[in-house]
């Protein structure tokens, strides 16, 4: 039995008088953050809430063509197998545990057996991290390549136009981001020379989007290995966003990976679009090396994987049923996008002071407003700005994807919907065009 004095002498601190005279007298709360807080912005997000902001003055039915989300009409429902599996899951009881950090085993299998049949790439489970989508991928390898500037200087290159993300993820690290050209009149293909001028000893990675947000385009094997031959001239490794890899219709998408046999090449996937589902949020990365000489970056990325213990259990329970999805699913929804892509080209081409090249990937298409088509819209905000107000149609400015001058279209809607579009914004630059 211990003594009850002894506890209260050891508890009498708390009866301690607090010392008061250190403290200024009329001291105000200031509760501080980071200054990176605002550097981090989503401009999407961002873009959107001024686009919105007022009601459109049309009585029209607004149609969202803005954020890159297939659920949002939907454009098809996901593959039955999969909802089954995350059922099974929930209601068998045995995936409600901590899994390790950079996923079971089992689901990372799922990987590299996914991988191995659309692609055609070797990985070993030991390659692949699962994380919370595409987006944390890219966060946890920024956080593993990217060094303190009090350490070393870095610089990373990212495509322009492309997704904004990257440079809200890139906002509180100490690389420079350095932007290499899509060039239209080659399919947005990339410009080579730039990648080659940019990088330096300093530079940390490539980052590649292909099919590529916001162009909808889908290299070509041969500008793919150039861009292999002067990553490995630099010795620059490729961070290959493949998150919509194989969703194409023109010509097959070839992996970054199948072909590389030097460049370490970390590609990134998930379900998010191929799939049909953003909201499970789950993704992964597998580190391709076939030198060996990347072993640092699997080893930081095991480490930091740790760090969050993984995306959740009961999608990875499911990942290998997820991932079986049959051809067919695919092809249902390719033709689905394919049909609106057609569309969408058809009438934009017909529509003076637009021009736009034919998507053949993703899920977009990137459309160029002609400079001084519309003299009283004096910039892309501002053209997606009357485009709602008049015919409440909502798409995204170029300036979201650093290309100010353009607007993206989202192609995930019924048809009709999008035929719907075309009138309305074919409707709309009628009455804008002054040439
Ligand atoms: C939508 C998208 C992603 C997906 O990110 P998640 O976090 O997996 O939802 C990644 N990269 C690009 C280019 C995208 O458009």
């Known amino acids: 039995m211990p003594d009850i004095r002894l506890l209260n002498a050891q508890n009498s601190h708390s009866e301690a008088p607090v010392k008061i005279s250190s403290i200024k007298a009329g001291r105000t709360w200031n509760i501080r953050i980071s200054p990176s807080v605002d550097r981090s912005k989503n401009p999407i997000r961002e873009t959107l809430a001024s686009i919105t902001a007022n009601a459109p003055s049309t009585s029209k039915v607004p149609i969202n063509l803005g954020l890159g989300d297939p659920t949002h009409y939907p454009l098809h429902p996901p593959p039955a197998a999969a909802i089954a599996a995350v059922e099974c899951a929930v209601s068998g009881g045995r995936a409600n545990g901590y899994l390790n950090g950079v996923g079971s085993m089992e689901a990372r299998q799922a990987v590299v057996d996914y991988h191995k049949r659309w692609d055609g790439v070797d990985y ?3 390659d692949i991290v699962l994380t919370h989508g595409v987006g944390q991928a ?7 390549m990217i060094p303190p500037a009090s350490v070393e200087r870095a610089n990373i290159l990212v495509p322009r136009p492309g997704f904004a993300q990257y440079t809200a993820l890139l906002a509180d690290l100490d ?4 932007y290499y050209d899509c060039i239209e009149e080659n399919d947005w293909e990339v410009d080579l020379d730039m990648v080659d001028q940019l990088c330096d000893e300093d530079t940390r990675a490539i980052i590649l989007t292909n099919p590529s947000n916001p162009c ?4 070509s094997r041969e500008v793919l290995k150039d861009l292999l031959k002067v990553a490995e001239r630099h010795k620059v490794p490729i961070i290959a966003d493949e998150i919509y890899g194989h969703m194409t219709w023109s010509s097959p998408f070839t992996p970054l990976a199948s072909l590389s046999k030097s460049v370490p090449i970390i590609t990134l996937s998930g379900l998010s679009k191929r799939f049909l589902v953003p909201g499970w949020r789950f993704g992964w ?5 076939p030198l060996g000489v990347a072993a640092d970056v699997k080893r930081g990325m095991a480490v930091w994987g740790n760090r969050f213990m993984g995306p959740n259990s009961i999608i990875q329970a499911a990942l290998p049923t997820i991932l079986a999805t049959e051809s067919e699913w695919f092809d249902e929804v390719i033709y689905k996008i394919e049909t609106l892509a057609k569309i969408v080209y058809q009438g934009l081409s017909d529509t003076p002071g637009l021009s736009t090249t034919f998507p053949s990937g993703a899920m977009y298409c990137f459309a160029k407003i002609s400079r001084d088509a519309f003299p ?4 892309d905000v501002a053209f997606a700005t009357a485009l709602y107000n008049e015919e409440a149609v909502f798409v995204l400015p170029g300036i979201c994807f650093g290309m100010p001058g353009y ?8 048809s009709d919907v999008m035929t719907d579009v075309v009138e309305r914004v074919q409707g709309f630059c009628d009455r804008h065009y002054r040439l």
Do not use: M, Q
């Open 124 to 126: 070993d489970a030991s």
């Open 175 to 178: 690389a420079e981001i350095r």
């Open 216 to 219: 909808g385009s889908n290299y």
């Open 285 to 289: 990365a597998a580190l391709h090396d």
């Open 376 to 379: 009283d819209l004096e910039d």
């Open 138 to 144: 890219l966060d946890l390898l920024f956080s593993v």
């Open 407 to 414: 607007f993206r279209i989202v192609l995930a809607t019924p």
